[in-house]
């Protein structure tokens, strides 16, 4: 008879996996013991049939990733049967996983009148539910959970210790009588009494009401779509667009799916994925643009949810300022959401770790949150432990150890302590879980940003290295560690230089990657205020009488067109950039589509959306050299929009069609140049620019005529939620 040691490595807790070796031992007649070790699983196996059971570990249940099976003698002798021993601290080199969607499995139980979990709105299973929004330590057991203050009742326990059933050792098992329990209160936080407070939720949602209703990962506001508006005004976000929840036929009524977007929506991440509206003008209360953020319910109270509302969509936004961390606690979001709610869906189990929902779009992340992080990624940097502590917009961090790097989920705008303390948070919690002992803190090339002065004092502290990497080869080198070209667009970042950069084109391998093209540097007027007030931004490239006209002929007066003009003209607070993103605002704001950004990425959005109904034409592009790099004018560029919109030679749609497209093929000229001049096939493309299909397609559509591989993140975001990992990746390269 065989015997063995296996140690098994990866993502092995929290997935069920001791009950996945127990019931495989136990069908291969094998006796021993399973145990956890920290993050590993630790297997004492006897037997003839050994070798099929490790490669039943390398497969493991469907939420485990194996990085090893490691398989050593055993000698002693092993008890008769098979057991799953209580935990024990061990190694720290694997990771609890994602929240991921209720299974079909634990719905059809919620839904089937005779079964135990009928109606109950937590019911999960191995195979599902929360995960990393209910941890407090490793190893994953019921008391390292915010599950542990509800003990098990006489039926909860009897599933949890048979080998049966897909519940043995699930330690979210809940039910009715012995789980967290559902609640509602009206708009000052007081109880109503209600039989069914999901009901009870429903049919206010259906009366017009907005309630804010508390998730896996933290509270959400909704609204029926006749509620939008007024939601939004209590917000203060005019505006901006809102994601919709939905069940499937009611998603494929409302927009365009292929089959990736299709796979994606129903996958067990439940991601919000942007679809392109069958009615680019419906549903303007949510939606102005002519795409709509729609996601599938993903827990048994949305599911509950859904089957008492009347109304087929729901608008669903994360309970949080823009900007600050998603809102978890009822008593603050009972301060913080007061005068823009109507009432609150709550529960009573306790949420560890906030996330909020992740954002898909053509198959590229845009948030990266529930259901993909905390993301794993394999990934040979060497054998110092890293810390990237990301940028200071759409921040997360990023530990490298081992083999791995670790991605945490979105945490929000680094710009103001409470989101800095919740970056802080994140980064103690993962580091605690990997048992990281940081070599050095990697962090933005901006002096002045929080996360910077963080990692400067966390580094001092420790008495370890600090490296400072430039945002947008950080954003390379999130793509790809190959020799490459590489493309960044995106709004704002600070270059060697000390101007501020967002259209770089780089040539090189990481951590030499060169800046051999870009746009060419424009005036910032008021510097923040452009970003704010696009029209500055305008009149920044092109300051000329005509645009003065433009202003005047909108309302600006003569003394507000004077200032402009003189600063301008004195540099006063005028910041030269070489962003992309303000380029397009630019535009957005020469075609009077967007005067004011009251959000994120609103001016170029605008943009997009006319664009996408309209028909692009090839406009001469003009390059230029400029310290040993080829520069792309953007004042020619927008020369020639200025052109043709002050004169009506098309419509505003085709303008801004044409304006993309140009400009993305400058950009790609600029790469396509620069490949051809040092022999190098492929180009890396990141930013959050990138996330624009027009844009993206264009640039890839160019680089492919010229024979050029063009490659893209896949499993981390195109914009800022990439950089924390391109920071370890050159941190690691520049430590040797």
């Not at 990301?390 to 989920?409: D, F, Q």
């Not at 560690?481 to 967002?502: F, K, L, N, Q």
């Not at 890396?684 to 620019?689: C, I, K, Q, T, Y």
């Amino acid at each position: 008879m065989k015997q063995a040691l296996i140690t098994v490595r990866g993502v092995v807790q929290g997935v069920g996996f001791r009950p996945f070796v127990y019931a495989e031992a136990v069908r291969l007649g094998l006796s021993g013991t399973v145990k956890n070790l920290g993050s590993e699983v630790e297997v004492r196996a006897a037997g003839d049939r050994i070798d099929e059971l490790v490669e039943a570990l390398w497969r493991g249940p469907p939420l485990a990733r194996i990085d090893e099976v490691r398989v050593r003698p055993l000698e002693g002798v092993v008890p008769a049967g098979f057991a799953i021993l209580p935990s024990a601290e061990g190694s720290r080199t694997g990771l609890i996983p994602p929240d991921v969607a209720t299974c079909e499995r634990c719905l059809e139980e919620i839904d089937c009148p005779s079964n135990r979990y009928h109606g109950y709105w937590a019911t999960s299973c191995v195979d599902c539910g929360p995960r990393y929004s209910i941890i407090r330590d490793l190893p994953y057991d019921r008391p390292m959970t915010s599950m542990e203050r509800f003990p098990l009742c006489d039926g909860c326990a009897g599933e949890f210790a048979d080998p049966a059933s897909r519940r043995h050792h699930a330690q979210t098992i809940a039910c009715p009588v012995c789980g967290p329990r559902v609640s509602l209160h009206d708009a000052r936080g007081n109880t109503v009494r209600v039989e069914d407070p999901i009901r009870a939720a429903a049919e206010r949602l259906d009366a017009g009401a907005i309630v804010a209703m508390r998730g896996i990962g933290g509270f959400h506001i909704a609204c029926i779509e006749e509620s939008a508006e007024v939601l939004k005004r209590r917000l203060g976000r005019p505006e901006q667009p809102l994601a919709v929840m939905a069940l499937p036929d009611t998603v494929e009524r409302v927009a365009v799916l292929d089959r990736a977007e299709r796979d994606a929506l129903h996958s067990r991440e439940r991601p919000i994925v942007v679809l392109a509206k069958r009615n680019p003008d419906a549903f303007p209360a949510i939606s102005n643009l002519h795409t709509i953020g729609m996601m599938l319910p993903y827990t048994g109270l949305h599911h509950l949810l859904f089957q008492h509302l009347s109304h087929p969509l729901l608008v669903m936004t994360s309970a949080n300022p823009p900007g600050y961390p998603m809102v978890t606690g009822f008593d603050r979001a009972i301060r913080v959401l007061s005068g823009v709610v109507d009432a609150f869906l709550t529960h009573d189990r306790p949420i560890v770790n906030r996330c909020d929902d992740s954002v898909v779009r053509d198959g590229h992340l845009i948030r990266l949150s529930r259901g993909y992080a905390p993301l794993r990624t394999p990934v040979d940097l060497g054998d110092r432990c890293l810390l990237g502590v990301g940028p200071e917009l759409s921040s997360n961090a990023t530990i490298y150890r081992e083999g791995h790097a670790v991605t945490s989920p979105h945490v929000g705008n680094v710009r103001n302590p409470e989101t800095l303390a919740y970056l802080v948070e994140t980064i103690e919690k993962l580091g605690d879980w990997l048992g990281a002992r940081y070599d050095a803190v990697v962090h933005d090339l901006h002096p002045q940003f929080l996360s910077t002065r963080y990692a400067r004092e966390l580094a001092g502290g420790l008495g370890i290295p600090v490296l400072a990497v430039q945002h947008h080869r950080a954003h390379i080198a999130s793509v790809t560690r190959e020799r490459c070209i590489g493309i960044a667009i995106d709004g704002v970042g600070y270059g060697d230089d000390g101007t501020v950069w967002g259209g770089e084109v780089f040539a090189g391998q990481v951590p030499a990657l060169d800046r051999v093209g870009h746009l060419e540097p424009v005036p910032m007027p008021g510097g923040d205020l452009a970003t704010r007030f696009p029209e500055r931004m305008l009149y920044g490239i092109l300051p000329e009488d005509r645009v003065l006209d433009l202003l005047a002929a909108r309302g600006w007066t003569e003394l507000e067109r004077d200032v402009l003009a003189r600063q301008t003209a004195r540099r006063v607070n005028t910041p030269l950039a070489s962003s992309t993103g303000r380029v397009l605002d630019a535009a957005a704001a020469l075609l009077g589509l967007c005067r004011e950004r009251t959000y994120d990425g609103e001016p170029a959005m605008k943009l997009e959306a006319t664009a996408a109904r309209g028909r692009p034409d090839a406009w001469p592009l003009e390059f230029i050299s400029s310290g040993g790099a080829s520069v792309l004018s953007t004042r020619a560029l927008m020369g020639e929009l200025a052109d043709r919109a002050l004169r009506g030679r098309a419509s505003v749609a085709d303008l801004a069609a044409s304006f993309q497209a140009n400009l993305a093929r400058g950009i790609a000229q600029l790469a396509v140049d620069a490949a051809r001049e040092r022999g190098i096939g492929t180009v890396a493309l990141s930013g959050g620019v990138a996330i624009n299909t027009a844009i993206r397609s264009t640039i890839q559509e160019v680089c492919r005529q010229n024979g050029l591989d063009c490659i893209t993140n896949r499993h981390l975001p195109l914009g800022d939620g990439c950089i924390s990992f391109g920071q370890c990746v050159i941190g690691a390269a520049l430590l040797g």
